[in-house]
């Protein structure tokens, strides 16, 4: 049994941590689990100009969520301008490099059909995890995974 236990403390160091999502509900019940080791997004249809907008993240090793970037279409109330966070543009949309750390993301789900979580080239609607208008909390997580597997894969 010690064999089998430092064997498996071994491949966890070895594995190390991937990097992790929890979604939970405006009760602080968890909902989802998902790996992101390459990051994630959120993508909506902003609510004035009814253009879309793409945020992407990443997930820390202290624990906060990284706002890395945010795309978007047109120009309006709300949506960055000028020279700040890195703006230029990028495959005809404007975009940000904000660098935000987050220690987690609440968002009420849209109405306007459109509001969804990406990740690893899958995407699924926010309203999977809760009604429109409900509260969804994006939180890092840790997690050891052994073998190549997925908990609660979006897809």
Sequence with gaps: MAVALACAATILRW???IPTLRIYDASDLVLATILVPDGFGLSFIHSINLSP?????S???DG???LERVVFDQM????PS?????FRILDGRFCTTPLLRLPEI???VSPV???VLRVRGTTQPLTRWAPISGLLVFRAAPHYVVAATHEDDPG
Excluded: K, L, W, Y
């Design 15 to 17: 594995a190390g941590p």
């Design 82 to 86: 000028g020279d700040e966070n890195g």
């Design 113 to 115: 059909p459109g509001h």
């Design 64 to 66: 906060s969520i990284m």
């Design 106 to 108: 609440g968002v009420r």
């Design 53 to 57: 907008v793409d945020e992407d993240f």
């Design 59 to 61: 997930v820390q090793n």
């Design 76 to 79: 309006s109330t709300g949506m």
